[in-house]
């Protein structure tokens, strides 16, 4: 097998597995190429296999099988100090005696820099995350968001190609976390490194990342931009995890191309594309955003099929409002619409037709 | 108003106001800290009476015992209450003034007196401390002053025995002659008065107490070392390990806790002494000679090694429930940032143990400081300790002063070593689990 290498995969995951006990593999056949200069995130469910690649990656954990590399070289037998990679901790792990500046200095120290170097390269890095006047402090007496980007410059300051993140904001209050993705975010334009982010939240994922791996049960369900992730969904697992989402079980009444037309448990038709299906007669899950759902008639494409609804719930949540409807038996489905001057009001018990692009609705493997 | 216009002036007065000195007052006017005080009066009342028998217990059977004792180290009046006329012609006479006749018939009258009464002994008792060999001149000479002399009263106590006319004796019931005196603080740190009253110290063979305080430190000090290197893998291990083996190695660990100390120190002679089964093996292995067996035990070794082995758990504990909150992502962060593990444990690990090194260090200290038992059970006599000494003058000699002055200052010693831990690392760090 040829060895790709260079600026499509600065890191690549190649064939890993990891097993704990020997029963059991946590991550089942990674394969995963990581460009440079990329914002990665791998976002799953806890206990999905993200946190042992990221560990794997920098080399807390052994890979039980494969290889991983970094910029072309096999780094499974290379220790974590010899790796290069800076590293963001959930709870930052600032070590708690020392100094932010002793903190920073403790990088460059164990590799040799001189003095004067280091007072640069320290000044520069706490003046990046705007904390010059705070060297002197210890971590204890700074607020979660402050030692959040100490251990930021602290896995900078080195100059590393690679930084890992390992769910650095989810100590912090809501503002705060929003706050520091677009700091993390700017910064990592800004200097033109490689990050690999591990999250478990979406939104987090989705706002900052150049692409998304959805993990879940060792394997990587969908790796795609965030755009893409969130409207053409590849599987169920992705399309329930990312975002809301409506799942209307069915099977495939007539499949032409990609387009596939869905006989729902109640005999309804609707249109929907055909994603991860091979055949008529096939069980399928047609997933539908609650934002692309329509209930004015003059929106709906003039051709496609429409759905009678129950109106069962609004609920009004600013700028949009939430309308739980029964559809095709199911009391759980979800529509949100905007809250505009003039919007029709919905009441609990209104009878009406929804119904949505054919793109919209996506036909994917049954859960 | 101007108080109205200060932002800071209207928030008070919304909650109350302020009175003439211009302190914070209550809605109804009471000044805020009084009613703090009154407010919080009943909640302290019953905490005060949930510790007060604690408290009781603690003064009448603590600190009450430990005042004594601090109060016997300065006080005896073995002398000065049974010998009352010699006793003011001291205090009447400066030092150096030659003992005239009067001096004499004090003695003499309180020699019968004391004789009388039967406290003779007590008077030579607390002379021989001062003076050794003395006791029996009292005794001897009480006998055969029983029913009285005649003057000349210097010439008759000299035909009783010529030692009375020493001037070094007179010195030395003059030093008795006060109940409050140093003289056993003195002779705690191998130090006397001489006859003209300045502080020296004793005759070199006489010398045993400082020899005795320095092979205590230093003896204490190389167990705390040996706690230290052979607890801190165990503490290591026990906050690493999986729950399961770490509650196995724990149970390890506080086995001497639940053995008789008498049992684990005669396991340790079982094991040392010259046909024990040290030896054996290391003569079976044929490592040393039949006829060249170890001495390890009744010495310093056999002290060393069974009171490391006793005061083990000290060390352990407080380590260990350190250790067991140290995250180990400093580990990983420090070795993401490019520090070898050696490095890691020395700058990172290493510096976050200290609370509870110290902690366990303090604590094995001050207890080997004061051990008794193990090294008078294995120490022979080059491992004995100052605690031995002050056993020995509180059952053998019977000199309780002295035996209070050698605690006193190995209390101070302690108290000393506080604070010294206090000024360096901060008693605040210190972390006992």
């Given at each position: 097998?040829?060895v ?20 059991t ?31 794997m ?7 039980t099988?494969?290889?991983?590399r ?29 100094t932010?500046?002793?903190n920073l ?6 590799r040799?820099?001189g ?15 705007q ?23 602290r ?20 503002q ?14 800004r ?18 990342s ?22 053409r969904p590849e ?6 995890f ?20 869905v ?13 991860n ?7 399928t ?22 759905l ?5 719930d609004?609920i ?50 049954p859960v | ?5 200060d ?8 909650a ?5 000195g ?12 009084r ?18 028998p ?18 016997r ?15 003011v ?29 039967r ?18 001149l009292f005794t ?12 000349p ?12 006319g ?12 006060s ?40 003896l ?8 230290f290197?052979?607890g801190?893998?165990i503490?290591?291990l ?27 120190t005669?396991?340790?002679?079982v ?7 040290i ?10 000679g ?15 090694v069974?009171?490391t ?5 000290f060390?352990v ?28 444990f020395r ?41 031995n ?21 190995l209390l ?6 506080y604070w ?5 690392v901060?008693?605040d760090?210190l972390?006992?689990?």
């Amino acid at each position: 097998m040829t060895v790709p290498s260079g600026n499509d995969s600065f890191v690549m995951f190649d064939h890993v597995q990891k097993s704990y006990d020997g029963q059991t593999l946590v991550v089942k056949d990674l394969n995963l190429a990581i460009a440079k200069g990329e914002f990665l995130t791998m976002l799953g469910p806890s206990g999905s296999g993200k946190t042992t690649c990221l560990m794997m990656l920098a080399g807390f954990e052994t890979a039980t099988h494969g290889e991983i590399r970094l910029d072309g070289r096999n780094i499974n037998d290379v220790p974590p100090h010899k790796r290069g990679i800076g590293m963001v901790f959930q709870n930052y792990a600032l070590f708690p005696h020392m100094t932010v500046g002793e903190n920073l200095s403790f990088p460059l120290e164990v590799r040799g820099m001189g003095k004067s170097e280091r007072e640069d390269r320290i000044t520069r890095a706490l003046d990046m995350v705007q904390m010059g006047k705070f060297r002197n402090r210890r971590p204890a007496q700074l607020s979660g968001g402050q030692q959040q980007r100490i251990a930021l410059a602290r896995a900078l300051v080195f100059d590393p190609k690679l930084v890992l993140m390992d769910e650095p904001l989810g100590a912090l209050d809501k503002q705060l976390r929003e706050h520091m993705q677009f700091e993390i975010k700017a910064l990592h334009e800004r200097l033109g490194i490689t990050v690999v982010y591990v999250t478990h939240d979406q939104g987090e994922a989705l706002t900052m990342s150049d692409r998304i791996a959805v993990f879940n049960d060792g394997r990587i369900q969908q790796l795609a931009p965030p755009a893409a992730l969130y409207e053409r969904p590849e599987n169920s697992f992705v399309a329930g995890f990312i975002g809301e989402n409506n799942a209307l079980r069915g099977t495939i009444e007539k499949l032409e191309g990609d387009k596939a037309l869905v006989r729902l448990a109640n005999g309804e038709l609707i249109d929907a594309s055909a994603v991860n299906i091979r055949e008529v007669g096939q069980p399928t899950t047609v997933s539908i955003r609650p934002e692309r759902v329509e209930f004015k008639p003059d929106l709906m494409p003039a051709d496609a099929h429409t759905l009678e609804a129950e109106v069962l719930d609004v609920i009004y949540m600013g700028d949009i409002l939430r309308a739980v409807l029964r559809v095709a038996d199911d009391d759980e489905f979800v529509m949100k619409y905007r809250n505009t001057l003039g919007q029709t009001k919905l009441t609990p018990g209104q009878k009406l037709r929804i119904g949505w692009h054919p793109l919209d609705a996506r036909a994917l493997d049954p859960v | 108003m101007v108080k109205a216009l200060d932002p800071h002036a209207a928030i008070v007065t919304e909650a109350g106001g302020l009175d003439q000195g211009g302190s914070l007052t209550t809605a109804d006017g009471e000044p805020l800290a009084r009613a703090l005080v009154r407010s919080s009066r009943r909640a302290r009342r019953r905490a005060l009476l949930l510790v007060l028998p604690l408290l009781l217990f603690i003064v009448v059977t603590f600190i009450n015992p430990i005042g004594q004792m601090l109060h016997r180290s300065v006080f005896n009046d073995g002398f000065s209450a049974n010998m009352p006329e010699l006793t003011v012609w001291f205090k009447e006479h400066p030092r150096g003034t030659q003992p005239d006749e009067a001096a004499w018939q004090a003695l003499a009258n309180d020699l019968q007196a004391a004789a009388q009464v039967r406290t003779i002994g007590v008077v030579g008792t607390r002379m021989n401390y001062e003076m050794a060999g003395t006791r029996s001149l009292f005794t001897s000479a009480g006998r055969k002053v029983r029913d009285g002399l005649q003057p000349p009263y210097r010439e008759a106590m000299l035909e009783i025995d010529s030692k009375w006319g020493d001037p070094a004796l007179w010195s030395a019931m003059r030093n008795v002659s006060s109940a409050y005196t140093t003289s056993f603080y003195l002779a705690a740190l191998d130090l006397k008065r001489d006859e003209n009253g300045d502080i020296v110290r004793v005759a070199p063979e006489q010398r045993v107490y400082v020899m005795l305080f320095i092979r205590t430190f230093v003896l204490s000090a190389i167990i705390t070392a040996m706690t230290f290197l052979l607890g801190f893998p165990i503490a290591h291990l026990l906050a690493t390990l999986p729950l399961r083996k770490s509650n196995l190695l724990m149970i390890l660990v506080l086995l001497p806790f639940w053995t008789s100390l008498l049992v684990r120190t005669s396991a340790w002679i079982v094991l040392l002494q010259q046909q024990g089964v040290i030896n054996d093996i290391l003569v079976w292995l044929g490592l040393i000679g039949n006829g060249q067996r170890l001495q390890m035990i009744y010495n310093q070794t056999g002290t060393i090694v069974a009171m490391t082995h006793v005061l083990l758990p000290f060390m352990v504990l407080p380590l260990y429930s350190v250790m067991r909150t140290i995250n180990p992502s400093y580990a990983r962060a420090a070795r993401s940032l490019g520090a070898t593990s050696w490095t890691t444990f020395r700058r990172i690990y290493f510096p976050l143990t200290l609370p509870g090194l110290g902690a366990g260090a303090l604590l094995v200290f001050i207890l080997s400081v004061g051990y008794y038992i193990t090294p008078a059970l294995v120490g022979g006599s080059s491992g004995q300790l100052i605690s031995n000494m002050i056993a020995m003058h509180m059952t053998q000699s019977l000199n309780w002063s002295m035996a209070a002055a050698l605690s006193a200052l190995l209390l101070a010693a302690v108290l000393i070593l506080y604070w010294v831990y206090d000024r360096l690392v901060g008693i605040d760090n210190l972390k006992l689990g």
